[in-house]
Structure formats: structure tokens, C-alpha cells
Nanobody, 114 residues
Framework: QVQLVESGGGLVQPGGSLRLSCAASRPISSISMAWYRQAPGQQRELVAEITSFGNTNYADSVKGRFTISRDNAKNTVYLQMNSVKPEDTAVYYC?????????WGQGTQVTVSS
């Protein structure tokens, strides 16, 4: 069973930055990976995805502000969050991109508030 461990969340002021990390317990070099988020009372949604070739796509709400990247040598995926807004407040998770999923990790809480 693959384990995903997300970290890097916290409390940040509007306009600030955070960098999230997600470490997988197995190699990810051949797998599309993605970040998702779930706000209170909302469904989990896709935030950003990166293919095994390094191609990326983003939700419209984060385009130009968030950047997804990967380090296959470390089996780790990152999400650089800049110019954050209160509506970015959510628990952030990583998992496979596409239609298949591993078991979800515990996520990391991001709270944007002044």
C-alpha cells in the first residue's frame, strides 16, 4: 500500500506564500501526480496536476499563483502557493492524477487569514 505524507501547511496572511510537499513511499517517476484540496463543507477538488513528462495543468482559480513540481529522485511532489487568498483555505492532499487513486494521506491544513 502506497503511503502519501503531505506537509508544509499552516497559517498564512493573504498575499503570502507557502510551499507544500508530498512524499510518496514508492517511486513516482512514471506516474502523473496531483494536488487536491477540500474546504469545509465542499467536495474535494483538483488544484494542479503534473504528468510523468512534466506537463502541468491547473484549476482556473489558482492559475498564475500556484506551481506544481516534482522531484522523482525523492519521490516528492511540491506545490508552491503564492499570492494566497482566503478562499484557498482548505486541507490539501496529493495523490495520483488521472482516474486512479491510492489511499489518501492525512493532508495538510492551509489557512489564509489576517
Amino acid at each position: 500500500q502506497v503511503q502519501l505524507v503531505e506537509s508544509g501547511g499552516g497559517l498564512v496572511q493573504p498575499g503570502g506564500s507557502l510551499r507544500l510537499s508530498c512524499a510518496a513511499s514508492r517511486p513516482i517517476s512514471s506516474i502523473s501526480m496531483a494536488w487536491y484540496r477540500q474546504a469545509p463543507g465542499q467536495q474535494r477538488e483538483l488544484v494542479a496536476e503534473i504528468t510523468s513528462f512534466g506537463n502541468t495543468n491547473y484549476a482556473d482559480s489558482v492559475k498564475g499563483r500556484f506551481t506544481i513540481s516534482r522531484d522523482n529522485a525523492k519521490n516528492t511532489v511540491y506545490l508552491q502557493m503564492n499570492s494566497v487568498k482566503p478562499e484557498d483555505t482548505a486541507v490539501y492532499y496529493c495523490n495520483r492524477g488521472g482516474t486512479l487513486r491510492w489511499s489518501w494521506g492525512q493532508g495538510t491544513q492551509v489557512t489564509v487569514s489576517s
